[in-house]
């Protein structure tokens, strides 16, 4: 089976950003063990503030996932823990990190900024890899069958996809794809389609777009329905979150 990137099309769609930020604004931090010497990277995606007491702090970053409604933020567990062995693949990331924040040298918050995100997309990596128990995108991604699918709705959202489309893609019969899906990510493939292609059409109206064109980018034919579904994922019209992002312009 061919390898799929079950990440870029997420990355692309929803902007990753790392800045420099202290611990209580801060939602990733490299902390270290002083009776140890162990150290640990911990994420909380969704919220900021992280506990070093009694800890050394290496680093701490603000991850931005460029928009709330980010599919991949939700997907994420409320913290993730991920120890830093000496010889391990974080390690080189983690000590660059630390070396480039005591030395504030010139250019340092970009620097710190740029490799923030190659570490949370090795940390998404290893995620990935290490497979994921709980009901979720997660979950689907990190399945080599239904993330072949999954990949498929993400970087072609306006296609006409029928679950045996998405069989066939997967290398499973229409039944047994659809049986599979829901179980690991928590809802059916149409469900997870129209939810992907909703997010990205809200994603395009704040940033100004035409609600006609957005419609028939994410296959919908009359932006009549296109209305109808985003108000029921969203409980606001397009028409309303377009006006509120001419309004944000003009501030």
Known sequence: MTKTDRLTSLLNNFRLQAAVAPAEDANLAAIRDPASREERLVFTPRAVGIDCRERHLLFSLHID?????????????????????????????????????????????????????VLVVRVLRLQLDRGVTTPGLLAGLANPR??????????????????????????????????????????????????????????????????????????????????????????QRPKATLSRASANTFV
């Open 65 to 117: 996932f460029g928009t709330r409604t980010s599919p991949l933020c939700a997907a994420l567990p409320d913290q993730v823990i991920e120890h830093v062995a000496p010889e391990g693949d974080l390690a080189s990331i983690v000590s660059l990190l630390t070396s480039e924040q005591q030395a504030n040298r010139c250019g340092s918050p970009a620097v710190l900024g740029r490799l923030g995100e």
């Open 146 to 235: 239904i993330s072949q699918a999954i990949v498929a709705m993400h970087e072609n959202p306006g296609h006409h996809w029928r679950n045996a489309d998405l069989a066939e893609t997967a290398g499973l019969s229409h039944s047994r794809f659809k049986e599979v899906f829901s179980e690991l990510v928590g809802e059916t493939p149409a469900s997870y389609l129209r939810r992907w292609r909703l997010t990205l059409a809200r994603v395009d109206l704040e940033k100004g777009e035409r609600v006609d064109r957005v419609a028939h980018r994410y296959g919908y034919r009359a932006p009549d329905a296109f209305s109808r579904a985003f108000l029921r994922e969203f409980g």
